[in-house]
């Protein structure tokens, strides 16, 4: 890697939901590695934040929340936005794969209303914070974390997930539209399988022998889009989402 490579991000502060492990993790430590200052997000405190935070040093912050609190999101920016004074780049990673059964009708209510909160209200408020933070900035980047699901829908007991991740994209396009010429960028990645703990449950061998690549994708390979998106410099790219399936989802 060149110096210039590692050093793109230098002087941007980025904060990432959901960082203390998974993509989140992997996202925060490649950022932090090409220069920028790391706001880590995480529900609350543990050795996973602790590791990274005594990792990052003076270019490291962590802050804490529930985002699907009421008012959880709110506060979460208004605490990342006092740790380094301002914000360059939010990445909407937080998230979780929340079923939604048909029965009982409380299971239903309760899945639609625990994926929608998590995975497309709480970005929807932490973009909106986003936006009039970067407007006065005159510019700033937001990547959301979709999946395939927003494509392709969900399967029969994540129908909720799917339809919130397919919201993140249209709040992505309606973003990138509407704002874009007040210097706001914003861009959505779709992962198909991540070797993550969201995923870990969910992969039968049956899954792992069709995939194309013969592997589950590494949280490294999402990190490294999500750091070059964050670098700004493909800024014509705004609105688009970019699928890192290893071909398991082609559109
Ligand atoms: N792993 C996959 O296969 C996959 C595929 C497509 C999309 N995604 C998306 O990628 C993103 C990251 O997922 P991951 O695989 O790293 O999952 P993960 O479970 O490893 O990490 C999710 C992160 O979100 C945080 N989080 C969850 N609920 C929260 C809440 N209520 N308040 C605050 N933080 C909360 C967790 O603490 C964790 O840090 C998610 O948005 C997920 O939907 C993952």
Do not use: C
């Not at 925060?28 to 529900?43: E, P, T």
């Not at 992962?191 to 061998?205: F, I, K, M, N, S």
């Not at 589950?216 to 390979?221: A, I, L, Q, R």
Request: net charge neutral.
């Amino acid at each position: 890697m060149s110096a210039l490579t590692k050093l793109e991000l230098a002087g941007r502060t980025v904060l990432v939901t959901g960082s203390s492990r998974g993509i989140g993790r992997a996202t925060a430590q490649l950022l932090h590695q090409r220069g920028a200052s790391v706001i880590v997000h995480a529900r609350s405190a543990s050795a996973h934040t602790d590791s990274l935070i005594s990792l990052f040093g003076n270019r490291g912050a962590l802050v804490t929340g529930d985002l699907q609190d009421a008012g959880g999101a709110r506060e979460v920016w208004s605490r990342a936005e006092r740790a380094f004074g301002h914000i360059d780049v939010l990445v909407n990673n937080a998230g979780a794969w929340l079923p939604s059964s048909l029965e009982p009708a409380s299971e239903w209510d309760a899945g639609w209303e625990a994926n929608l909160g998590l995975n497309l209200i709480a970005p929807a408020e932490l973009s909106r914070r986003a936006i009039l933070h970067f407007r006065k900035r005159r510019g700033g980047i937001i990547v959301n974390l979709a999946s395939r699901s927003s494509h392709r829908g969900d399967d029969a007991e994540h129908l909720a997930y799917g339809a919130a991740k397919g919201g993140l994209l249209a709040l992505t396009k309606g973003i990138a539209r509407g704002y874009g010429h007040e210097g706001v960028l914003a861009y959505a990645v779709a992962p198909g399988w991540v070797a993550t703990d969201l995923a870990d449950g969910a992969l039968e061998q049956s899954v792992l022998d069709a995939l194309p690549l013969g592997e589950v994708t590494p949280p490294s390979d999402v990190a490294e889009v999500i750091a070059f998106l964050a670098t700004g410099r493909a800024r014509h790219t705004t609105g688009s989402t970019i699928d890192i399936t290893g071909a398991d989802y082609v559109r």
